[in-house]
């Protein structure tokens, strides 16, 4: 909850409440932590799927919070779409210090639901003169263009707590289960995961398979990444910038694009599914994209060392 305000920044907590355990059993206690903005990742790989979205579609969600939906087209036209996207994610953060139930680190995974959108309030001052194509690339440099996410569905609870209080994310707490590209997961090619709905892991909100063989990508830079929440207890929209330390791999629009991604939804009675399957349905991709941080260390097979 943000403490009422003004100037340019809403006051951040000192501390954040997380929940804590006593390993192997669970409780319901939590303990106080400080808050020390900026959050650093040591590790993350993204995959980002973008999809073209009627502007009526989108603004039903985002002109009750004071926001409106980026209108992408080419200069000189009356652009009639937006753009949604999910970005899936594998994440580990370091925290440098150890508390009840936690190692110090944490390995984390979170679906973020995302429209492309900007504060009304600012409208003039927002460029609305390239296709989603180049803004995925990095057109936007006034950074007044962002992504308003519509749910975050992530799998670590000291991670939601972080989101809900200091970044202001429609953030829940949820498992996952997947299979993706990686220098441990040696050859996996296609990107495999399925959200849940609750901790029962018994029904899904969605799943998603991206397999990119075939496709060429470019490398672009869109960093910094603007992120948009509503505090609904000021009635304003706040952002944060995440910068990433890096370029990604982008795949526009190509033979096969279409083909390479499938969205399957479950029977969950969550609205994030609803409003999935309404703002992306069955649409074919326009973009995407991925993001692999580097590794820092590897350590190589063993050796008789004595011969």
């Known amino acids: 909850m943000a403490a009422k305000s003004g100037g340019l920044f809403p006051v951040e ?29 040591a590790a993350i790989q993204c995959i980002w799927i973008f999809w073209q979205v009627e502007l009526e579609i ?3 969600y985002l002109a009750p919070l ?10 000189g036209t009356k652009p009639k779409f937006g753009c949604a996207s999910i970005n899936f994610f594998n994440a580990a953060a370091l925290y440098g210090a150890g ?11 979170e679906t973020e639901v ?28 006034t950074k007044r263009i962002g992504a308003y996410r519509v749910w975050v569905a992530c799998d670590d609870a000291v991670a939601v707590a972080a989101g809900q209080q200091i970044f202001f994310e429609n953030k829940f707490l949820t498992p996952y289960q997947y299979s993706v590209p990686a220098l441990n997961n040696p050859g996996v090619t296609a990107y495999d995961w399925t959200c849940y709905d609750d901790l029962s892991a018994k029904t899904f909100i969605y799943q ?7 496709l060429t990508s470019i490398q672009s830079n869109p960093t910094e990444w603007i ?15 995440r910068n990433f330390f890096g370029t990604p791999d982008t795949y526009l629009a190509q033979s096969g694009l279409n083909k390479a991604v499938t969205m399957k939804y479950g029977t969950s009675k969550h609205d994030m599914r609803r409003d999935m399957e309404k703002l992306i349905g069955g649409r074919e991709p326009v973009a995407i994209q991925v993001f692999r941080s580097p590794s820092v260390i590897a350590e190589a097979r063993p050796y008789w060392a004595d011969v």
Request: proline share 13%; hydrophobic share 35%.
């Open 114 to 141: 995302n429209i492309l959108a900007y504060p009304t309030a600012v409208e003039a001052t927002v460029p609305k003169d390239f296709t989603i194509e180049q803004f995925i690339c990095g057109a936007d440099q």
């Open 13 to 41: 907590p000192k501390e954040i409440t997380i929940p804590t355990f006593a390993p192997p059993v669970a409780t319901n206690k939590t303990i106080s932590i400080p808050n020390n903005s900026p959050f650093y990742y």
């Open 227 to 241: 992120d948009l929440s509503y505090v609904t207890t000021e009635a304003r929209v706040a952002a944060s910038r």
């Open 58 to 60: 989108l603004d039903t």
């Open 208 to 214: 998603g398979h991206v397999d990119l063989s075939g």
């Open 66 to 75: 004071g926001m409106t939906a980026v209108p992408f087209g080419p200069p």
């Open 99 to 109: 508390f009840p139930g936690s190692p110090g680190v944490a390995g984390f995974n």
